[in-house]
């Protein structure tokens, strides 16, 4: 996709003080993954009804993501279990606004994922005493978690022209641990962000047309079973027969 940056640049800018209409700290997510080649088109078909956020001039943004985890994988078999209240925890950089976070993402039982951060100087390898306060503030009790992961892609972000929504586009996602590493350079994560589901969004139609299909899947859990092949895997096995196949050239 080496001409990513020129056809995302025909889209119109919006900024992250504009951005502020659209922040959906608490949302629906639905996610969407599909193979790069696709991305051309359907750029080429979002064009009329999205703006693109801009920052310092530049489109596609750096995100670099450490996930933390209990020491037997509570977040990751939570989700894998089909937990409907479950977590995640993670610092992120974001690289082009020079900002850092410690980000808690709590999926409730209405399907809601709500984000709380707090701002940190840079990522750590360990918590300090304040960001545990923190987590055990926000989740409602001590968590004993450690750093697992990373996880790091570049993003598109885009906002709805008349709706509040925001779409996000990930490319050319790269993780990591102490053992091992891998990618997913030739799949492309998409996630449309609403305040309440609806289908009347203009990239799921697009999407529809494209044979874009929705699925439930995690950046955080693919790259983890990758990474740790042995965890427990019963019911991400057809999402990860899915994703291997986009995989395939």
């Not at 047309?209 to 790259?223: D, F, N, V």
Request: one cysteine or more; hydrophobic letters at 35%.
């Amino acid at each position: 996709m080496s001409n990513l940056p020129q056809i995302v640049a025909d889209f119109s800018p919006i900024s992250l003080d504009e951005m502020d209409d659209v922040k959906l700290m608490s949302r629906t997510d639905t996610k969407f993954a599909f193979k790069a080649n696709k991305m051309p088109l359907l750029l080429q078909k979002l064009l009329p009804f999205y703006r693109v956020l801009a920052i310092d001039g530049e489109l596609i943004h750096d995100y670099k993501s450490l996930y933390y985890d209990t020491d037997n994988r509570k977040f990751y078999l939570d989700h894998h279990n089909g937990r409907v209240n479950r977590n995640k925890i993670r610092f992120r950089e974001y690289v082009g606004s020079k900002l850092t976070f410690l980000e808690i993402k709590r999926k409730n039982n209405k399907g809601k994922t709500i984000k709380k951060r707090m701002k940190v100087d840079a990522i750590s390898n360990e918590l300090s005493e304040k960001q545990k306060n923190y987590i055990e503030k926000i989740i409602g009790r001590p968590m004993n978690v450690n750093a697992k992961q990373w996880i790091n892609f570049s993003r598109i972000t885009f906002v709805h022209k008349t709706q509040k929504e925001r779409l996000t586009i990930d490319v050319n996602l790269t993780f990591e641990n102490a053992n091992d590493k891998g990618d997913m350079k030739r799949i492309v994560i998409a996630e449309v962000k609403q305040e309440r589901m609806s289908r009347s969004s203009d990239f799921m139609r697009i999407a529809k047309e494209m044979h874009i299909l929705p699925i439930r899947i995690s950046k955080y859990c693919l790259t983890t079973l990758a990474l740790n092949p042995k965890l427990k895997k019963n019911r991400f096995k057809e999402k990860v027969l899915f994703i291997n196949k986009l995989k395939q050239a």
